[in-house]
């Protein structure tokens, strides 16, 4: 009995997982390859080619996802690591103040706020208005409907994913180790990038992990802010599901997406080398 | 960052790694194939016997509640309605705002009524376009107690009694009709908008709107070409699919809307939109400078219907309050709230006659109503306008992907 204990104890997250995660993917892997269509049920015909026809149908907007998710996600790096490291290092007693007030935003729903930058944003709104009427910019000047405006909102939507983990890094930091290198004669900029940097890499992995993924898939942004040829991958896949109703190029597209970004984070853990993307994740 | 530097890095990357875990995720998702490997049922449904429909009805009892799903802004704020509706049958209700687009609501009730399950809703409120045909087609609509709504009989337009989509009057009853046009913002566009071809027109690059539901862009792209989207075929929707392919790779257009359409045209993002007269109308009245204009080349009208879904709780007490509406009184009051065009006609004649007790602003307004076309459309312009061309399941996945590719490119 004493040897089961620690099994038993495991029991329900094990269930857990393989009701809501195990299953659910089957049936869709089992979807991704029926065909038919929904009025008159889908049959199971081992049609690897639902694959093949989607992914031809879909490359631009599959492409265009991973485009704008590698831009966002690297926008967030330049923009989230200064921040994660002034709050780590020069926050001093408010750091929880600081990293309050940047979780604040982030109570109000994720649309809504999308929806916001909409209003922010608008040709002649309240950022804008007042400039075309000086003539500081151009009447037709515009930001919403454009890849930079998806781009930018993604980036917005997802930074304190990207800042939390690599806080959490450098807040871990020994500041010995730190007055050690500058011991042996390291000036700031390679005391940095020789202590600082590789102890943070955990951080900006996980924080790349949680932000890449999410941002990729996003189909919020494209659709709030984005113009005509700004449709991502999640978007498609809602049209296939919700629209069409065609349940078997829906799930072959959404297995394709995670193959793809899995197949990426796989790379991505060996060509930073890290020991094990999961513990990663965990920190 | 540089190797060199880094002997973390350097492990890492000549590091041995386990693969069981890849291992068991395959080996797990293989079992849970297996097992899925059965396809997903078709739920196709026959025409309802005459029989079976009377026989349902008669084991049906009022239950003295009701749960009614509609679209926002579709019922006055107080819900005087059904609040008079409760007093004067003693059925209480529960009004819930949940469907804010057919393809979206169809995509969720679908599976929970395939699976034989209750909605939890005892009336929705569909357009006549692909999800309601799917509705019907799939047995998800109860088929109606005629002997239960006097009301309708009596007051109905004769338009809304004969309906291609539902012939009979078997499932549906309309909640209100409207017209796709065209709206336009007055502060930045200067011509009278007539036509269609404004939206094609280069003058307004990047500043049109077009909606993304594809029966919807389809209408336009065959009202420019001169077709009629309810007789039309594949190859009109191929030429229509061109027309606005060419639109759109012209830089004409700005983006693909949805309901979120008419902010863009109040606050001046598009100038001129393809547009739903109710909400254009709304604006109007708020003081907005927005104009709607049923082009010259026709318009789109569209009917939103009630109807009871499939397991639905209450049936007795939903057709109840379907037929309560059709009240001209009640009808009248919906209609001055939510301004698009109402089913039954008497109310024009009934604002009429409020409008001249009324004084002041209420008066202004009421007069406008009874006055607009947009509300009340007269014989002419009902002749210019037309609904979506019907589609069978394998038209449908020609037609979808001919436009999509344009809304979604």
Known sequence: ?283 | MDRSLNPALLRGMTQARTRRDAFRIAGLSAAGLALAACGVQGKKAEAPKTDAVKDFWAKQTKHGRVVFANWPEYMPEDQAPLKKFQQATGISYQYKEVINENAEFFGKLDPVLRAGQSIGYDIVVMTNGIQLQHMIELGYATPLDHSKMPNFLANAGDKYKERSYDPGNVYTMPYTSGVTGIAYNTKYVEDDIKSIGSLFDPKYKGRVGMMNDAQEIANFGMFALGLDPEKSTENDWKQAGEKLKAQRDAGIVRKYYDQSYIDAVSKGDVWISMAWSGDVFQRQLAGEPVKFVVPEEGGTIWTDNMLIPKNAANPVDAITLMDYLYQPAVAAELDEFIQYVTPVPAVQDLLREKATKATGEGKKSLEQMVESPLMFPSEAEYAKLRTYVKLSTAQEQVFNPIFQSITQA
Request: glycine residues 8%; neutral net charge.
């Open chain 1, 1 to 283: 009995m004493k040897r089961l204990t620690p099994y038993l104890l495991a029991l329900p997250s094990w269930m857990w997982l393989a009701i809501f995660l195990v299953v659910p993917m089957a049936a869709m892997a089992s979807v991704s390859l029926q065909t038919g269509n929904a009025i008159d049920g889908f049959a199971m015909t081992f049609s690897v080619s639902n694959y093949t026809d989607a992914i031809s149908r879909y490359s631009t907007q599959f492409l265009r996802s991973l485009l704008y998710g590698g831009l966002a996600t690297v926008a967030m790096l330049i923009i989230g690591y200064p921040v994660a490291y002034w709050i780590a290092f020069k926050g001093g007693t408010r750091k929880s103040v600081y990293l309050f007030l940047l979780l604040l935003p982030f109570f109000v729903s994720f649309v809504l706020r999308t929806i916001s930058w909409g209003f922010l944003l608008a040709d002649d709104g309240v950022l804008f208005g007042p400039l075309k009427s000086w003539g500081l910019l151009a009447p037709e000047f515009h930001v919403l409907a454009t890849t930079f405006a998806v781009v930018g909102g993604l980036t917005y939507n997802f930074l304190p994913f990207m800042i939390l983990p690599i806080y959490v890094a450098l807040e871990r930091v020994d500041p010995r180790v730190i007055e050690a290198a500058y011991d042996l004669y390291a000036t700031r900029l390679s005391a940095f990038r020789r202590v600082v940097l590789p102890l943070s890499l955990p951080g900006v992995f996980a924080g790349v992990l949680m932000t890449f993924v999410p941002a990729t898939a996003d189909p919020v942004n494209a659709q709030i802010l984005g113009g005509t040829a700004n449709t991502m991958i999640g978007n498609i896949i809602q049209t296939e599901y919700l629209t069409n109703l065609n349940y078997p190029t829906a799930s072959a597209l959404s297995f394709t997406l995670m193959a793809v970004l899995l197949v990426g984070i796989f790379i991505y853990a060996r060509a930073l080398g890290t020991e094990n993307v999961l513990e990663a994740v965990a920190q």
